[in-house]
């Protein structure tokens, strides 16, 4: 009996073990998974959830249900891989030996990475973040409670997940205080450690007035070095005062990534960008999150290269080579507000560009075009996410990015 | 791909005048293209951008500040010091190195 172990049962794990199970004989394969928490979130939603839009019961669901029968799942804590011998340690001294190890355990906010954030006693006070469950559902109240002053978005450092989340709540953020008559007593501010909101040239010229006409002022190249008070300060000695702080933390890696000598300086996993082979390994991967490939963290991109993934490990398990070769494919709905939404479709090579998608010319998807169906394509997605996705059932969206409906602008 | 031409070398910049080729860099012409952005080396820049120059050899991405700190050992304050205001680019510019890149 073969055995692959997988780490993590989020985004990534899940849909791997799922597809591999329809893919892998049973009488030859056993598939572990292990996993520290016994509910899955639905990360896209946590951005509604501090608004109110969705209820907290939507974006979660049992662990266990997700996985197919024949999964077996462990839940533990993961001590170290100890890959000289093959196998997985866990917290209570239990041993996993595998044949074929899968790393999935995502990156998380590390806000005690940032002096003053966790510790400076602002902490779920008037600092939050809405990248884990309870800070999302905590934020809510606060947000109900927030009456005017100083409103701050903010971006630790990159990468991040959902590189355009913190811009949607910021749009969210300033639909919300419009709906309650608050915006002129709002200063909206979006602080980042990029040179702008977006980076790159033709999203960036398409949507930087997007910010604009919503008044919200950039704070370009800000790294914060540490919050005061209620006050971010950063390395060049910058200064933004705060009433109500909404910040993305760091993030990093799993603890056990570096325990094992698996990670590089953020705990990620390096690997080959278009199998996702650890580097130096030829029986470890590590995919959505957890690896260190140069695009997007997003559910997306799990979805795609899992996709490409599932196929390759066939070839590699029966030691052909691997004919996939990932992208870098990543599409992310942009919620802009006032019930309107973007899209972005991009790869490791091509940067987002205007058109349409997933059928050329006809869409229903607009590409960097604020429009109604691409606010409802993504809460459509909850759905898709839920019975497509996570049980690993085919989605006719080819996981390669397709140039056909793009169209780059005349410069 | 643009080329430019720095005393008597012809080295290959994007658009924005980061070299492109890894191998037409040389420790004069980092003087040079330092005092274009107004930065005089020291030893400590050097050390910067040795290890920035090394880690791209290994890694095939230009190193993020963080990187710097962590495995080159120099901390970022310090940086910001050194390469005033934009450290991360103007350290990959120095060294002949891609600009950072962001993902959206």
């Known amino acids: 009996m073969r055995r692959l172990l997988v780490l993590g049962a989020g985004t990534a794990g899940t849909m791997v073990v799922n597809k591999l199970r329809r893919r892998l004989n049973r009488d030859q394969w056993r598939i572990t998974v292990v996993e520290e928490r016994d509910r899955h979130f639905y990360q896209p939603g946590f951005l509604f959830l501090p608004f109110r839009r969705y209820a907290p019961k939507q974006v979660s669901k049992p662990t266990e249900r997700l996985l197919d029968d024949s999964v077996e799942l462990i839940r533990g804590q993961i001590w170290q891989v100890d890959a000289a011998h093959d196998r997985v340690v866990l917290s209570d001294g239990c041993e996993l030996p595998y044949d074929y190890l899968v790393i999935a355990t995502g990156v998380r906010p590390r806000p005690d990475q940032t002096p003053g954030m966790l510790d400076g006693g602002q902490w779920r006070r008037s600092i939050f973040d809405f990248y884990t469950y309870d800070g999302a559902v905590a934020l809510a109240p606060a947000l109900d409670r927030f009456d005017g002053g100083r409103l701050v978005v903010h971006i630790t450092d990159m990468p991040i997940k959902c590189p355009v989340a913190p811009l949607e709540f910021a749009f969210l953020a300033d639909d919300f205080l419009r709906r309650r008559g608050l915006r002129d007593r709002v200063d909206l501010t979006y602080a980042t450690p990029l040179p702008g909101a977006f980076t790159k040239p033709i999203a960036a010229a398409r949507l930087g007035s997007m910010l604009d006409e919503r008044k919200i002022a950039v704070e370009p190249d800000f790294l914060v070095e540490r919050v005061d008070g209620h006050k971010l300060v950063s390395y060049d000695e910058r200064e933004i005062p705060f009433d109500l702080l909404v910040t993305v933390p760091l993030n990093v890696g799993a603890e056990f990534v570096a325990r094992s000598g698996l990670g590089d300086e953020l705990n990620l996993v390096p690997v080959d960008r278009h199998t996702l082979l650890a580097t130096g390994y030829d029986n470890i991967f590590a995919l959505g999150d957890a690896n260190d490939i140069p695009t997007s963290k997003a559910g997306s991109v799990a979805h795609f290269a899992a996709e490409v993934f599932t196929a390759n490990f066939v070839e590699h398990a029966a030691g052909r080579p691997m004919t996939g070769s990932f992208d870098g494919h990543a599409n992310c709905f942009v919620e802009s507000g006032h019930g309107k939404g973007l899209l972005i479709d991009f790869n490791y090579d091509t940067e987002p560009l205007p058109g349409t998608y997933p059928v050329p010319g006809l869409g229903p998807f607009r590409l960097l075009r604020e429009t109604a169906v691409n606010h409802w394509g993504k809460l459509a997605f909850r759905w898709m996410y839920w019975h497509l996705l996570l049980p690993g059932r085919p989605v006719p969206l080819p996981a390669h990015m397709s140039m056909a409906g793009k169209n780059r602008p005349e410069e | ?104």
């Open chain 2, 1 to 104: 791909m643009p080329v430019t031409t720095i005393d008597g070398h012809r080295i290959h910049v994007d658009e924005e005048g980061f070299l492109t080729s890894y191998d037409e860099w040389s420790p004069e012409l980092a003087e040079r293209l330092a005092a274009q952005i107004g930065v005089t080396l020291t030893d400590a820049h050097w050390k910067a951008l040795t290890f920035l120059r090394q880690d791209y050899a290994r890694q095939g991405e230009t190193a993020t500040l963080r990187r710097v700190s962590t495995q080159g050992g120099i901390p970022v304050k310090e940086l910001f010091t050194l390469f005033p205001k934009k450290p991360a680019k103007k350290m990959a510019y120095i060294a002949g190195l891609p600009k950072p890149h962001g993902c959206v």
